[in-house]
């Protein structure tokens, strides 16, 4: 079982940007789902994208446009760039890896979009 540890987290103002990245302790090639959620206070854990193994992916209606998965099967890493942020955005994002539903998580990276 992997272990994913993310990063890049951070405040950032209105419209600005930032990439997380997760990255996993072993090899992600075999592992079908990668993912990224958020949860903000006082809101349940949501999905905000994820990518599989052959690289569809998928997003949240709220950050279509502003945000794009990838996934390095080499490196072993998944990356969230986030875009024209909005203060919506703010939460502790969490990395997934999804293997025939069994899910690992990472610690979290609070992500912060204030003025």
């Known amino acids: 079982q992997v272990q994913l540890v993310e990063s890049g987290g951070g405040l950032v103002q209105p419209g600005g940007s930032l990439r997380l990245s997760c990255a996993a302790s072993?090899?992600?090639?075999?592992?079908?789902?990668m993912g990224w959620y958020r949860q903000a206070p006082g809101k349940e854990r949501e999905l905000v994208a994820y990518i599989t193994i052959g690289g569809s992916t998928n997003y949240a209606d709220s950050v279509k446009g502003r945000f794009t998965i990838s996934r390095d099967n080499v490196k072993n890493t998944v990356c969230l760039q986030m875009n024209s942020l909005k203060p919506e955005d703010t939460a502790v994002y969490y990395c997934?890896?999804?293997?025939?539903?069994?899910?690992?998580w990472g610690q979290g990276t609070q992500v912060t979009v204030s003025s």
């Open positions: 072993g090899s992600i090639f075999s592992i079908p789902t």
């Open positions: 997934s890896a999804n293997r025939h539903g069994i899910v690992t």
